[in-house]
């Protein structure tokens, strides 16, 4: 075949692809004409729910802050986007969770699912992420009998790491790491490994013999056992009590306090009263003795100690209930910046 035939030959079969192409364009353009213009609506909103959804579950997910637990990085109504990536994101909401970059590191903002969260069942579960995800966090079906969002996700902050533990003296947590033979003040460690994440205290230090005073006082009451004086001034100054019609007691806080430190107390006075009593046993134990944390597992607290429900309460989390760390804020945009 001469070069000239070549010539003929591409030539030929450029024309022929350029027609098929531009035939095909006529075709699409001529079928777009024809679709109705609700479908191609729906079309674009399912495209970007689904995006949306895939970037909520894989990547970013955007969440809002419900208290002021984490008071003053985070205050209510805040909103961030938390990354899931980092510590491995689940491959199904509530589920599935795949291993990650790394693990959560100290003094990090975390996001994981609350230990004492009731589920609704597992579609209703998903569900509930989907919706919670699509609307970036607008809209939250999971709501309790009163109508209020329960607390399914919780923020706070990666105090407690795998193998260390964990005790509070005068509101103030102390930390046993691995190896150590004492316990050292959060405040040391925070400085050892430059860290700057803030503690808010609103309630004062030289306080706490009143406060565990009156957590003994509420024990007596409890027990209908008499009080001195200055336990009933003590008790009064934070709580309000009362006797049901069968004469139960019954407790209403009256001004802001470390709960932590109260209960220490009054559940020290319930078994030093009935020394066979387990419970109490266990739960001050638990208090006053310090949690530990397994190697599965991290203890988080909030940055408003006197104000956070956290793992103090209820304990470690498993590092796999763990589903992102906080990047920024987006809202409100006068507050817009990392999440630190």
Known sequence: MSWQQWELAVQSV????????????????????????????????????????LINQYLLQAYQIPSESMKPSLLISDRIFVNKLVYGPELVPGMLKVTGFRQPHRGEVIIFESPEYLPMGPLKDILQRVVYMITLSL?????????????HFLVKRAIGMPGERLRMHDGNVEILTPGAMSYRPEASLKEDLGLVYPNTRTFAADMYPRLENAGAAYALELANLPVTERQHADLAKYVSTSRDENG?????????FDQFAFDTALYGQIWALEPGNASARQEWRRRAEGAWVADDRLLPMGDNRDNSHDGRYFGPVRLE?????GLFRYWPLGRFGGVK
């Open 139 to 151: 809209v939250d079906i999971d709501r309790d009998e009163n109508g209020q969002p329960k607390h």
């Open 248 to 256: 139960g007691l019954k407790g209403v806080p009256i001004a802001q």
């Open 321 to 325: 209930k763990v589903l992102g760390r």
């Open 14 to 53: 450029t024309e022929r692809a350029l027609t098929w192409r531009k035939r095909r364009r006529i075709v699409k353009k001529e079928k777009q004409k024809k679709k109705n213009p609700v479908l191609d609506w729906l079309d674009a909103i399912l495209s970007a729910v689904v995006i949306v959804l």
